[in-house]
């Protein structure tokens, strides 16, 4: 098991569409690092979070002054040399980009897994806003994690204790982000 202190304070975001497990995994993951956890869903302005509820897909505009909230507040973890886990849908290279913005060693743990297995999730929580007919846009939407961005993909079927546990395997053997060092995926 990879203890806590073995990290230097890195910022990471567990992404993926909705439904995947970003909450539960990212609010583990930051436990077991000792760092704080950022709810994305959080920072959603109010038109946001009506329009999905309302079964309508966010668009790259709406999604915009949301993730530059969160960037904010990944570079002031940056500055502050903290640790911070955000989980975040981050769909699109776009938009990791603008995160990037905040921590250009920012990381990145993606779930994936397939639209029937996730869909089930979503009919079986209570509560949430986003609703299963907007699942197959946020799978349009979704560009996997290119070779050049720093991170790595999680297979959702695994239990969430062994995707934490793949994390923090991955986090430690990832090379160290810096200017001259390609971010290696």
Not at 9 to 31: F, H, N, T, Y
Not at 66 to 75: F, G, T, Y
Not at 109 to 137: C, K, Q, T, Y
């Amino acid at each position: 098991m990879v203890h806590p202190e073995q990290h230097q304070p890195c910022r990471i975001v567990v992404m993926g569409v909705s439904g995947c497990g970003k909450s539960e995994i990212g609010s583990r993951l930051a436990q077991a690092l000792g760092f704080a956890h950022l709810e994305g869903d959080a920072f959603h302005p109010q038109s946001n979070i009506d329009k999905m509820a309302a079964g309508q897909p966010l668009t790259d505009l709406d999604r915009r002054d949301w993730l530059m909230v969160i960037r904010e507040r990944i570079a002031e973890a940056r500055v502050l040399q903290q640790g911070l886990v955000v989980s975040c849908s981050a769909l699109k290279r776009s938009y990791r980009d603008l995160l990037r913005q905040g921590d250009e060693g920012l990381a990145f743990a993606h779930l994936d897994g397939a639209m029937e297995l996730i869909a089930a999730r979503m009919r079986a929580r209570p509560n949430h806003f986003m609703p299963v007919s907007l699942l197959e846009s946020q799978f349009r939407d979704l560009e996997p994690l290119q070779r050049d961005e720093r991170g790595l993909t999680l297979d959702i079927r695994q239990e969430p204790v062994e995707l934490v546990s793949q994390a923090l395997r991955a986090l430690q053997d990832m090379p160290a982000a810096s200017p001259d060092n390609d971010r290696g995926g």
